[in-house]
């Protein structure tokens, strides 16, 4: 401080320290006159429905008129949640692929607790049903029962992943862990982050079944030219069973729901549909039913690659999955969009 500027400082200190006992002596906040000055500052632009001023408010380090990040990406998302504009597939852009490497890139991070544990159940499978209930059923449908079973098991082995990845999975990230809404404020839009997780789901559906087609190789139940088919298949009713499980990860509030859905609709769906035993077994009246349930003809056609018995019905079969599942998928996405930002 030199001696040019002190009496100036004393000065002001003074005006200051007289304004204080001055409020104070009147009842009022000391600190009152100085908040309403820095109120009335520049910068602090102030709109109705806005009493705190956020709105165009100043960040400090930022070019003169920028608006707060945050605020920005806020007013964003209620112009996009307001305007009326595309929805379903049709809003879906190629930024969902991000949100799928996301998941993916998590996958390969944790490759040993996600790949091992879920092949437990199906090799299980073959070895219960193929080796062990086989050892008594001489002959199913012409062949012999692994033959006959292995088709059944890497398709409801495809359907168990995409379920489970878009249900406990999806809702995790979405409820718990708040990635919906992180990635929701980024271009990427509510379609996209469900389109990206319904194809992790079939993704997941692809590796697992791959996995089980190496040992079916192994043992001589699976002819590989077949192998690139088959996989493309579980792609895409795991995409359709995903696409069914965010659907329902969509509308439930808690993780316990989805026992409804497991034990009500996954589980039953494995017994009436062809993967363990013929439809013939079946009672006629429920026959029609099996049938109208996509995953019937994803077995179907999968145990028609593998023992060589494609059929004109299985252009039908192929049209039918593919059609059902573009309707879930477009459900999904709407259902989500609607949970994610109303």
Known sequence: MTAANAPGERHGSAGRDGAGARDQAAGRDPGASRRGALDEAPGRDETPGDPRGLTGAHVAGTETGAVDPATAACKRGRAEGGARGPRGLAAAGGRFRHVWFRDAYVFVKLWKTNLFPPLIEPYLYLLALGLG????????????????????????????????????????????????????????????????????????????????????????????????????????????????????????????????????????????????????????????????VPLTSAIDLTRGMMLDRLGMHSLLELAYVAVTTLVFVELALRSMRRRLIG
Request: proline fraction near 5%; hydrophobic fraction near 50%.
């Open 133 to 292: 209930v086989g050892f008594y059923v001489n002959q199913m449908d012409g062949v012999d029962y692994l033959t006959f079973v292995a088709p059944g098991i890497i398709v409801t082995t495809s359907i168990m992943q995409a379920t489970f990845e878009c249900t406990y999975g999806s809702y995790f990230r979405m409820a718990f862990q708040s990635t919906f809404d992180a990635i929701i404020s980024t271009p990427v839009n509510p379609e996209e982050v469900s389109l990206g997780e319904i194809c992790w789901g079939a993704t997941r559906s692809v590796i697992n079944a791959a996995a089980l087609m190496v040992s079916l190789a192994i043992f001589g139940r699976l002819d590989l030219i077949w192998a690139p088919a088959i996989l493309a298949l579980q792609f895409l009713i795991g995409m359709q069973f995903g696409a069914i499980s965010l659907l329902i990860t969509s509308k439930v509030r808690q993780t316990e729901y989805f026992n409804f859905f497991l034990s009500g609709v996954i589980f039953p769906a494995q017994m009436l549909t062809g993967a363990f035993f013929p439809l013939s077994r079946i009672p006629e009246v429920l026959q029609p039913v099996a049938w109208a």
